[in-house]
């Protein structure tokens, strides 16, 4: 096959050899005359996978003992919901730090069941300074999305909140492409579909203390507690995601862990971002260099009418998937722990000459 | 490969076409360079594959432009909230058939939300008989579930009730093995992973004018109106699950649709509930005829100490998974569509086999 340089935002790139195992058991699991689609996921292969795929992660990532990992599904929408079903207990208000596209969208969903203390400006998104990060000691918890997929921003520091206030983020997009500081992150969630595997599975590591917070009305399938007791078997989970999950697990060891990640993240996005200060204003990006997403790079064209252009170009090059998100238009590099420094390099070097011929 | 026979109850098995499929272009999506898996669910490949998706469950099952095609996350267990959330409306009161395992469990979680009528006897788990089932019609809805997994009990009749009280069927382990009358079902739901598709998909088939009815503290993933008006696009759907759906559709449709599927399933669960009434009392299910199970024959030994013999024997003759449900014991040969005949003629020879040889 000729494989293309995928930028998609999620579903995104994920690594060959992955795919490639996946693919070769998938009629076939290991010689069972089965495939691991069809098997139940109370069977003792399936069960193995996802026991192991949790124990990776806490490998990963130096989960502690007092965090309990759960797999579900329904994406970060579901949690937007369960952060506040869960963690309200009897509080009457919680704190979102609105950055981005989806900061607010779970600071809406949250308003539906407690008042919501918004931080930051939700008409100019940005990722506040520090200091300007305030909570009281009575909100149910502080919550903050880590990386703004949509508008190519991450946090560079961990916001500061009262020891009793459980700190929750939404790490979707960069998760396991940094460390995470689960003394200071008392919950944390990530829809899989970016760093970790196919869609359809969400990955949700919170401190054991809080489960049991939920009321009687909340739905049994929102409830963390529901499924930290059964192991995230509660019911059927979704055993391919899980599965191709738990390769990406071995992969990314194999390849260094999150620290090599960390540090591929930041060659990938320095190369991108270097070739949009230096092309003198032709390419676009406003964001504050501390503040700036290594995971996704959201630039414009300063002659926007070229934007398509430029997609058809880089498409036929094998440089798929850079147009922006919907709502905010322009252009989007998506660049994940499965992307190869060559396909920075070969955006880079497009951008380059795309500039000299229409510069 | 050698392929076994697994009588799984879900996930369970698959067409071994559609495996190989999904194999075959699992790593480079028909010469895309890029894994389905990969791709942006809103990209031409994946949109079209989701519409082709709910067209050609349209066609296998007649379904009217009076409903909606939804496919969402979240398993059965996710409807049984989502049912009494969106459907109670300005109502107090639903009414729950429980009949088996999995009704019970959906009349539970509804009577988080409401007062719960309960037709049926949940002490002694068994089909109502027809005229035993009286609604009123101030009830939200009536609830049943068509064909009970776990208990091997499938309706052979539709429950009647006013025309003004929406019939509601979880559909899960007989969707697309006979077909459903949408002039009587106004919402009808299943879990993918017995006859559609891998473990993590859910399709929802729900007449128009039941969406709406939420409360504006329903949880925005759990509300039907959004999964309609964003075509089940509103978050990320799980990808590779509905890629799996459509092909079992095409093949479903190659091999003759769910007329075909429904003569097969009363053939296959025939040979196997002649074998236990000829077997003079060795095996036992004691289900009136008319309300077994096509899907899933439950069964256990008189001498209840031969059955984990059975089940040893069995898997060493590649008969898997024959073990009932942990909750009720004994044996259970789920033969859902990608059974072949020939899985339930084997299982059949070795019954005869072990009651001799132990009888």
């Known amino acids: ?26 009629v076939d699991y290991h010689g069972e ?18 026991r192991e795929t949790k124990d990776l992660l806490r490998g990963l990532l130096n989960i502690p003992d007092t965090h309990d990992v759960l797999l579900l599904q329904g994406g970060g929408h579901t949690q937007f919901a369960m952060v506040p079903l869960n963690l309200l207990g009897a509080a009457a208000e919680a704190a979102y730090i609105v950055s981005g596209t989806w900061s607010k969208k779970a600071a809406a969903e949250a308003a539906k069941f407690c008042h919501v203390n918004v931080i930051g400006t939700p008409s100019r998104l940005a990722i506040p ?40 983020s939404d790490v979707s997009s960069d998760f396991l492409s940094r460390p995470i500081d689960f003394k200071r992150h008392a919950l944390v969630f990530a829809g899989a579909q970016k760093n970790f595997g196919p869609a359809g599975l969400t990955v949700v590591i919170l401190r054991k203390d ?60 320095s190369l991108v971002y270097q070739t949009i200060d230096a092309s003198g204003g032709f ?61 920075a390099e070969k955006l880079s070097q497009f951008m380059k000459d795309f500039a000299e011929r229409h510069g």
Not at 33 to 50: D, K, N, P, W, Y
Not at 228 to 241: C, H, I, R, V
Not at 246 to 265: F, H, P, Q, T, Y
Not at 283 to 300: D, E, K, L
């Open 1 to 26: 096959m000729s494989r293309v340089f995928n930028f998609a935002a999620g579903p995104g790139v994920l690594p060959v050899p992955v795919l490639e195992e996946a693919a070769a058991n998938l």
């Open 33 to 50: 005359g089965m495939s691991l689609i069809e098997m139940s996921h109370r069977g003792a292969i399936f069960s193995q996978i996802i």
């Open 129 to 168: 300074a520090r200091e300007a990060v305030t909570v009281a000691n009575d909100a149910a918890y502080l919550y903050y999305c880590m990386n703004e997929t949509i508008n190519g921003l991450e946090f560079n520091y961990i916001p500061d909140c009262p020891e009793c206030v459980p700190l929750v």
């Open 210 to 269: 809080l489960l049991g917070l939920a009321s009687e009305t909340c739905p049994t399938m929102l409830n963390y507690q529901i499924h930290a007791e059964a192991g995230s078997m509660y019911n059927t989970p979704p055993t391919f995601a899980i599965w191709v999950a738990n390769l990406v697990c071995k992969w990314l060891i194999s390849e260094g862990g999150v620290e090599v990640m960390d540090r591929r993240a930041r060659e990938r996005s």
């Open 283 to 343: 390419y676009v990006n406003n964001i504050p260099a501390q503040h700036r997403s290594r995971m996704n790079v959201v630039f414009t064209l300063a002659e926007s009418a070229l934007t398509d252009l430029f997609i058809k170009e880089a498409d036929a090059q094998g440089l798929k998937n850079l147009r922006g998100h919907r709502s905010v238009g322009g252009l989007r590099a998506s660049l994940f722990n499965a992307m190869p420094m060559a396909g």
